[in-house]
C-alpha cells in the first residue's frame, strides 16, 4: 500500500521560507519520479515542480528560481524548499509518486498525500 505523508507546511510572512518533506512508503522510492502539487481555494491542481529518478527536476514559472525540489533517496524523502514566499503561494501542497514523463513535463500518478497547508500573509 502506497502511503505519502507531507509536511512542513504552516503560517510564514511573504519573503519567508518553508521546507516541505515527503515520506513515502510501499514503493520502490529510487525508481519513482516525485512531484508536487499545489491547488489554491477555488482553482485547478498544478505542478509546482518534479525530479526524476536521476534528479533532474523541472519547475513551473511561477516558481522557478524560489523554490527547489530534491530527493534523498536513503530516507524515501522527496522536499520543496520554497524561498521568497508570495501570497500567491498560498495553498494546500501535495506530493505525487510514480508519475511518468512526456519530455520535461511530469504527470501525475494516482498517488497522492493528504497534503499541506501553506499559508502566505502579506
Known amino acids: 500500500q502506497v502511503q505519502l505523508v507531507e509536511s512542513g507546511g504552516g503560517l510564514v510572512q511573504a519573503g519567508g521560507s518553508l521546507r516541505l518533506s515527503c515520506a513515502a512508503s510501499g514503493i520502490t522510492f529510487s525508481i519513482n519520479a516525485m512531484g508536487w502539487y499545489r491547488q489554491a481555494p477555488g482553482k485547478q491542481r498544478e505542478l509546482v515542480a518534479s525530479i526524476s529518478t536521476i534528479g533532474v527536476t523541472n519547475y513551473a514559472d511561477s516558481v522557478k528560481g524560489r523554490f527547489t525540489i530534491s530527493r534523498v533517496n536513503a530516507k524515501n524523502t522527496v522536499y520543496l524548499q520554497m524561498n521568497s514566499l508570495k501570497p500567491e503561494d498560498t495553498a494546500v501542497y501535495y506530493c505525487?509518486?510514480?508519475?511518468?514523463?512526456?519530455?520535461?513535463?511530469?504527470?501525475?500518478?494516482?498517488?497522492w498525500g493528504q497534503g499541506t497547508q501553506v499559508t502566505v500573509s502579506s
Open positions: 505525487n509518486a510514480g508519475g511518468y514523463y512526456r519530455g520535461s513535463y511530469y504527470y501525475q500518478s494516482g498517488y
